[in-house]
C-alpha cells in the first residue's frame, strides 16, 4: 500500500521567494503533523491537523509559515518570503487514529533557500 | 524547558557487539517512541512505549522505559551491519498524543 508521500523532494529557493510543499497522507489517516528537521539534529514540531481542521500550529516558527488541509487529506506547507535559516527538511507524517499513537512518515521536502 | 537528549550521539562498533543508546527527558511522560531515520529516507517507527516497565523487542533490538527515572534504553545485540542507521528517541508531552519532542539522535555504525 501506499505510504505518506510528499513533493518535491528537493526546493531550491532564492531568498525571498514564496514556496508550497505537499503532503499526500496514508488514505483514511484522521491527524497529519508537518516537522521541520534540521541538519544532524531531531525532527522539531510545526503543526498538527485533525481532519481539515488545524488543532494546533504552536510551532510554526514565525507569520510566514502557513498550513492547510482543506478537504481532510492532501495538506500543503507554504513558506512565504523564505529566508536562508528556513532551509531544512520538512517532514510530514500522518497517523490513523485522533491523535494516534504511531505516526508514519513520508520522506521529506529538502528545501535549499539560497 | 522540556529536553530530550540522546547519548552516545554517534556510535561506531563492530558487528557481533552488544551495546545500548540512552534517552533522557525532563518532564513526566509515559509515551516513547523509537524511530530509526537511513540517511535520505523516512522515518521508520521501531517502538512505541506507553507505560513503566514497558519492555519491546524486535529482531536484535530491545527497548524499555523506566517513567520514573524518566529514561528509555534501546539495546543492541550482537549487532549487524543492516542496522547503522540514525535513531530517534521522542517523547509525548502533556499526553497530547501529538506533540512530540524529540531527541537529537545517535548514528550508529556497524563495521563488518
Known amino acids: 500500500g501506499a505510504g505518506v508521500s510528499q513533493s518535491p523532494r528537493y526546493k531550491v529557493a532564492k531568498r525571498g521567494q514564496d514556496v508550497a510543499l505537499r503532503c499526500d497522507p496514508i488514505?483514511?489517516?484522521?491527524?497529519l503533523f508537518w516537522y521541520q528537521q534540521a541538519l544532524g539534529q531531531g525532527p522539531e514540531f510545526l503543526t498538527y491537523?485533525?481532519?481539515?481542521?488545524?488543532?494546533?500550529k504552536s510551532g510554526l516558527p514565525s507569520d510566514r509559515f502557513f498550513a492547510e488541509r482543506p478537504e481532510g487529506s492532501v495538506s500543503t506547507l507554504k513558506i512565504q518570503r523564505t529566508q536562508q535559516e528556513d532551509s531544512a527538511v520538512y517532514l510530514c507524517?500522518?497517523?490513523?487514529?485522533?491523535?494516534?499513537?504511531?505516526?508514519?512518515f513520508g520522506p521529506g521536502t529538502r528545501l535549499t533557500v539560497t | 524547558e522540556l529536553k530530550v537528549e540522546q547519548n552516545p550521539l554517534f556510535l561506531s562498533m563492530q558487528e557481533g557487539k552488544n551495546y545500548t543508546i540512552y534517552c533522557n527527558y525532563s518532564?513526566?511522560?509515559?509515551?516513547l517512541y523509537w524511530y530509526r531515520q537511513d540517511p535520505g529516507k523516512s522515518l521508520e517507527s521501531l517502538f512505541v512505549?506507553?507505560?513503566n516497565g514497558a519492555v519491546k523487542q524486535e529482531g536484535r533490538l530491545m527497548a524499555s522505559l523506566d517513567t520514573k527515572a524518566r529514561l528509555s534504553t534501546l539495546h543492541i545485540t550482537a549487532a549487524v551491519h543492516d542496522l547503522s542507521a540514525t535513531y530517534f528517541c521522542?517523547?509525548?508531552?502533556?499526553?497530547?498524543?501529538?506533540?512530540?519532542?524529540w531527541g537529537a539522535g545517535t548514528k550508529l555504525i556497524i563495521k563488518p
Open positions: 518532564t513526566t511522560s509515559d509515551r
Open positions: 491537523f485533525q481532519n481539515e481542521a488545524q488543532l494546533d
Open positions: 507524517a500522518s497517523s490513523l487514529e485522533v491523535a494516534g499513537y504511531e505516526q508514519y
Open positions: 521522542a517523547v509525548d508531552i502533556n499526553l497530547s498524543n501529538y506533540q512530540l519532542i
Open positions: 488514505s483514511g489517516h484522521v491527524s
Open positions: 512505549l506507553l507505560s
